[in-house]
T-cell receptor, first 114, second 111 residues
Framework: DAMVIQNPRYQVTQFGKPVTLSCSQT?????MYWYQQKSSQAPKLLFH???????NEADTPDNFQSRRPNTSFCFLDIRSPGLGDAAMYLC?????????????FGPGTRLLVL | GQSLEQPSEVTAVEGAIVQINCTYQ??????LSWYQQHDGGAPTFLSY????GLEETGRFSSFLSRSDSYGYLLLQELQMKDSASYFC????????????FGTGTQLKVEL
């Protein structure tokens, strides 16, 4: 089945230690998104790639970076994680080709910062 | 700025009908989506309204009034498995079809 895959499902890192979260998709969608979701809050968009074009949200901290080496893969890099960065990180994709433009979400990676 | 307001929590009994409201103020609007998210899970798409009116998909229906900047999700014949968080989200129509999510409504279905 076509899907959005995130690895790992749980990630523990130390304060200030760089960490990378991974997302891959078999849907061949041209848009990929990274969201941060804290407990009992809505998903908050960090940035998205429209094909190879990177689009950063104005309030996304510089500590967060992203890479999309090809259509299938997208990475979220947190350069110096702080305690406040502990959250669920959700990757999503969409085709942006018409219709309802549904976003398809991966299962998320829960990040714990010690 | 963008803001979408929803009730924080709704409780209903199994078999009942429940309506979750969403009011929005956004700089751009191309449509209103609804997503369901179970605890610890990923959001999953439920419905989308680009035009005014009611869209029905099985037990779930969604309504939009663009002139009132208002929409709702209607869940019928509630089941225990419907206990989850429900988010409305505005599609702003920019390149990449960004979504801005509402505050979320926690639905608890009781016996």
């Amino acid at each position: 089945d076509a899907m959005v895959i995130q690895n790992p499902r749980y990630q523990v890192t130390q304060f200030g230690k760089p960490v990378t979260l991974s997302c891959s998709q078999t849907l061949n969608h041209n848009v990929m998104y990274w969201y941060q979701q804290k407990s009992s809050q809505a998903p908050k968009l960090l940035f998205h790639y429209y094909d190879k074009d990177f689009n950063n949200e104005a309030d996304t901290p510089d500590n967060f970076q992203s890479r999309r080496p090809n259509t299938s893969f997208c990475f979220l890099d947190i350069r110096s994680p702080g305690l406040g960065d502990a959250a669920m990180y959700l990757c999503a994709t969409s085709s942006n080709g018409g219709g309802e433009e549904t976003q398809y979400f991966g299962p998320g990676t829960r990040l714990l910062v010690l | 700025g963008q803001s979408l307001e929803q009730p924080s929590e709704v409780t209903a009994v199994e078999g009942a009908i429940v309506q979750i409201n969403c009011t929005y103020q956004t700089s751009g609007f191309y449509g209103l989506s609804w997503y369901q998210q179970h605890d610890g899970g990923a959001p999953t798409f439920l419905s989308y309204n680009a035009l005014d009116g009611l869209e029905e998909t099985g037990r779930f229906s969604s309504f939009l009034s663009r002139s009132d900047s208002y929409g709702y999700l209607l869940l019928q014949e509630l089941q225990m498995k419907d206990s989850a968080s429900y988010f409305c989200a505005v599609r702003d129509g920019g390149g990449g079809n960004k979504l801005t999510f509402g505050t979320g409504t926690q639905l608890k279905v009781e016996l």
